[in-house]
């Protein structure tokens, strides 16, 4: 794809990330053909050894960025031991990325009940049978699983297991990244002070 059609606008100028983070969301929307909310998550374990793995972002505003997951789950446990993490989005179409980095806190539990509730039926079927990241016997014994609740809950509402929650990532740091001709890429850096108010520099590419 020619760089023409993701000539970067003068992002540099941007006095905070929130705005410049939602619009280039924006235009991911436009232009990326699968999930342009997807992000890499990256955790580190007890060793010190890290894990990255592609989730799907739900929601962010001012307060932070908010994923969902098993708690229970390998990064579950080690968001939930660590209390930070790091998040990428890269936009191939539009050759933009945004690196986030920062502690992170649980969700409230009306947040993550009205987010569950938005998801479909089979979804919220499957929290219930997936015992995320923990040895499989077999594709028959998941099946199993899904059948046996899907018995129990095939009446009412199916509702959020304990263990299945939500992450909001506080940005201590957010990265704006753009392509450009030679390498010579346009780099910014916000850096959230002790005040809370945001510093902004640009880096080397």
């Not at 992000?39 to 060793?47: H, N």
């Not at 089979?122 to 990241?133: E, Y």
């Not at 014994?141 to 018995?151: D, G, H, N, S």
């Not at 945001?198 to 590419?205: A, D, H, T």
């Amino acid at each position: 794809m020619s760089t023409d059609t993701a000539a970067p606008t003068d992002f540099t100028l941007a006095d905070e990330p929130y705005a410049l983070f939602q619009a280039w969301m924006k235009d991911a929307e436009a232009s990326e053909p699968n999930d342009p909310n997807a992000m890499a998550v990256a955790t580190v374990d007890e060793s010190g050894l890290p894990n990255v793995r592609m989730v799907l972002l739900k929601g962010y505003d001012p307060h932070g960025f908010v994923f969902y997951t098993n708690y229970e789950s390998q990064k579950g446990r080690e968001i939930l031991s660590a209390g930070k993490a790091a998040l990428l989005f890269h936009w191939k179409s539009l050759r933009r990325q945004i690196r986030i980095r920062g502690p992170v806190e649980a969700v409230s539990a009306e947040e993550a009940d009205a987010y569950y509730a938005s998801r479909p039926r089979d979804s919220r079927i499957g929290a219930w049978a997936s015992r995320q990241s923990r040895p499989l016997e077999s594709r028959v014994a998941l099946e199993k699983a899904v059948a046996e609740y899907a018995l129990k809950y095939a009446i009412g509402e199916v509702p959020r297991p304990p263990h299945w929650s939500g992450f909001r990532v506080k940005p201590a740091t957010i990265e704006f990244w753009q392509d450009r001709p030679f390498r010579l890429h346009d780099r910014v850096v916000f850096t959230r002070a002790a005040d809370g108010a945001w510093e902004k520099s640009r880096l080397y590419p």
